[in-house]
């Protein structure tokens, strides 16, 4: 009798326990990916961790780089500009993009872009939810991108 209640005890625990795995919720500010992960973008040209997955490089052929950026919870870019402009898709989370002397804009789920030819600008994740953009940069024959100062913690949070 007793080799089979412990029998019991055991497969009832392995039952709990692997019960709340299957209905576990996401970690908080988890999204959903499309693309690999890709390669951590450089400390001087992101504030936190910030992945770049390349789809299209650039060629003569199509003049036009595509990629994936996800952001972290808290990450963005450093302030910029593209010389031929940019076009960001948004495939999941929660993210921000301001043009410089505008306010910060929230950024969702199938949201669309139009950052102008030299419009002073940056992009990133929400405080609490990460970001997961596709990038669409034309012209590449014209320069891809201008690389300037950090967004400050103060720009970042404001309103
Ligand atoms: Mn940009």
């Known amino acids: 009798m007793r080799p089979f209640i412990l029998f019991f005890c055991f497969a009832a625990s392995l039952l709990i326990a692997c019960e709340p795995t299957a209905g576990e919720p996401a970690s908080p500010g988890a999204v959903q990916a499309i693309f ?64 410089e002397g505008q306010p910060r804009e929230t950024l969702r789920k199938g949201d669309v872009v139009q950052c102008p030819p030299n419009v002073k600008h940056w992009h990133g994740a929400s405080e609490e939810t990460g970001l997961q953009q596709l990038y669409i940069v034309p012209n590449t024959e014209k320069g891809v991108v201008n690389w300037m100062e950090p967004v400050t913690d103060e720009v970042y949070t404001a309103q």
């Open 36 to 99: 690999p992960k890709g390669q951590k973008g450089p400390a001087e040209l992101f504030t936190g961790n910030a992945y770049n997955y390349g789809l299209v490089p650039m060629d003569s052929t199509y003049t036009t780089l595509v990629g994936n950026v996800y952001f972290e919870p808290g990450a963005r870019s450093n302030w910029h500009t593209h010389p031929a402009g940019q076009i960001l898709i948004i495939t999941d989370g929660v993210g921000y993009h301001q043009i």
